[in-house]
RNA sequence: GCCGGGGUAGGGUAGUUGGUCAUCCUACGGGACUGUGGAUCCCGUGAGCCGGGUUCAAAUCCCGGCCCCGGCCCCA
């Protein structure tokens, strides 16, 4: 027997059914405010991923020599090759662009609940601006996502990287990125001592980071460094507030990614522990790495995984059962296939194949939950009727085959 | 990268101070029942993660690997 790979799954019918499910929920909203889909390699060159990913990505690559010898990784996320696409063929297209994507993606980490080599991400970038306007759509559009899905127990947590740079200005970049990735990994004294020769207000760095709550936080910096900052966050809050978006100010968010610029934002599905991210974005500055005009860009990513198994946590997955029909042939007519032709039009109808007694076919449909069985032989044929028996209700009658299309209009 | 717990038919399990043919339930295929389902009975298919070691003998003990579950960190 051969086994999957570390860290992958196999999707049965009944799961993909649910994750379907999803994600035309996903595509519908994603589509309603505008966005378009799009689709990149499952693999780039390493130096794609590499160029501004962040420590933790860069650990987990799952990378690859190909036949050419060349260096090549899957995907860890997908805001990368969409900023490529940009840079390479979408520069001089009206702004703002919208995009979406729903996509695998790879990490070489050690799974655990929630946690795959190869996961889903649903995601979004917008192209073009990073506007309070624009960063709260997004937020929005996340918001209206999980509320379409039903989901309830989730909390967005919004902060604000370019305050924490801003304190951190006279550091340079590379050394920013190093501080806040210790800061994301919440080992502080190590932040600390990396501090202790730069120029930088560290009280109020570290004041900063530990600011959670409501917006009214916020007074507390809004003077002198930070006032520009705080006024560009408060007008986002501002329009979160009049779409009716419920967060929390955490200004302690760091994020992972090297990109990130602005506002950033985090949804956390309590219930799930550990892994109870199901979703990360905010305003990055990424264009210029690969070569395009500086432009202002914000994005999300959604791990559609853990949606799932929040959906499940909530019971929010159960599965709509549709009318479904066995047809089970006693003599091989053309007939037989008229009807067939005939229901597929409007359900699902699967042919009886096994060469099974009536009785054995019949037990067969009770267990795969067949709602109608079609039984055509002799005598039906004869009449020119098909014999049609609801399982649930446990009723049959004879239909003729002119009017089995009706009869299926009134089923739908 | 670090730390725990595991691995017996497709799923769920029993069994071990090493010693018959590895238990039972379920699922699957067929039959009893020749064109009418959910019950019952019968028959059949089907297993000790892989590799090595100890031993007359290993599912059981030891070592290594693989895989699964979970926690830390991080991410989605």
């Known amino acids: 027997?051969?086994?999957?790979?570390?860290?992958?799954?196999?999707?049965?019918?009944?799961?993909?059914?649910?994750?379907?499910?999803?994600?035309?929920?996903?595509?519908?909203?994603?589509?309603s405010y505008g966005y378009e889909e799009i689709?990149?390699?499952?693999?780039?060159?390493?130096?794609?991923?590499?160029a501004k990913s962040g420590e933790e990505i860069r650990r987990s690559i799952?990378?690859?020599?190909?036949?050419?010898?060349?260096?090549?990784?899957?995907?860890?996320?997908?805001?990368?090759?969409?900023?490529?696409?940009?840079?390479?063929?979408?520069?001089?297209?009206p702004k703002p662009i919208r995009l979406y994507y729903i996509a695998n993606c790879f990490r070489y980490e050690r799974p655990q609940a929630g946690r795959f080599r190869e996961f889903w991400q649903a995601g979004v970038e917008l192209i073009g601006s990073s506007s309070p306007m624009a960063v709260a759509e997004i937020i929005?559009?996340?918001?209206?996502?999980?509320k379409k899905l039903g989901l309830k127990d989730y909390e967005i947590n919004i902060g604000h990287i370019g305050i924490l740079r801003k304190i951190l200005s006279e550091v340079d970049e590379k050394k920013q990125n190093l501080i806040l990735h210790y800061v994301d990994k919440g080992e502080l004294g190590v932040v600390e001592d990396m501090l202790k020769n730069e120029k930088v207000d560290k009280e109020l760095f570290?004041?900063?980071?530990?600011?959670?709550?409501?917006?009214?936080?916020?007074?507390?910096?809004?003077n002198g460094l930070l006032k520009d900052y705080v006024k560009d966050f408060s007008r986002t809050l501002d329009i979160l507030d009049i779409f009716g978006v419920k967060y929390k100010i955490n200004l302690g968010i760091a994020r992972g990614l090297e990109y990130y610029s602005g506002v950033v934002f985090e949804i956390y599905a309590k219930r799930l522990g550990a892994q109870k991210q199901i979703c990360g974005g905010g305003v990055y500055s990424l264009a210029h790495v690969f070569g395009a005009k500086p432009?202002?860009?914000?994005?999300?990513?959604?791990?559609?995984?853990?949606?799932?198994?929040?959906?499940?946590?909530?019971?929010?997955?159960?599965?709509d059962k549709k009318p479904r029909f066995l047809l089970i042939p006693m003599v091989l007519?053309?007939?037989?296939?008229?009807?067939?032709?005939?229901?597929?039009?409007?359900?699902?109808?699967?042919?009886?194949?096994?060469?099974?007694?009536?009785?054995?076919?019949?037990?067969?449909?009770n267990t795969r939950r067949i709602t109608h069985v079609l039984i055509l032989g002799e005598d039906e044929l004869k009449r020119k009727e098909v014999a049609v028996k609801d399982m649930e209700k446990n009723v049959q009658i004879n239909i003729k085959i002119d009017e089995l299309e009706e009869y299926l209009k009134k089923l739908k």
């Open 1 to 31: 027997m051969f086994t999957r790979p570390r860290g992958t799954r196999d999707f049965l019918p009944e799961e993909m059914k649910k994750r379907r499910k999803v994600e035309n929920i996903i595509r519908k909203v994603f589509e």
């Open 39 to 50: 689709m990149t390699p499952t693999f780039e060159h390493i130096e794609l991923i590499t």
């Open 62 to 93: 799952y990378n690859f020599r190909d036949k050419g010898n060349r260096e090549l990784a899957l995907r860890p996320e997908l805001t990368a090759p969409v900023m490529r696409v940009y840079a390479n063929e979408l520069q001089f297209k």
């Open 140 to 146: 929005a559009l996340a918001d209206d996502v999980l």
């Open 206 to 222: 570290f004041k900063v980071l530990k600011m959670e709550g409501d917006r009214d936080i916020l007074d507390e910096i809004n």
């Open 295 to 319: 432009t202002p860009t914000c994005g999300f990513a959604f791990g559609f995984d853990r949606l799932i198994l929040a959906l499940e946590k909530e019971n929010l997955l159960s599965d």
């Open 333 to 365: 007519k053309k007939e037989v296939f008229d009807v067939a032709r005939i229901v597929r039009k409007y359900f699902a109808c699967e042919m009886e194949v096994m060469e099974r007694k009536l009785k054995k076919a019949l037990e067969y449909a």
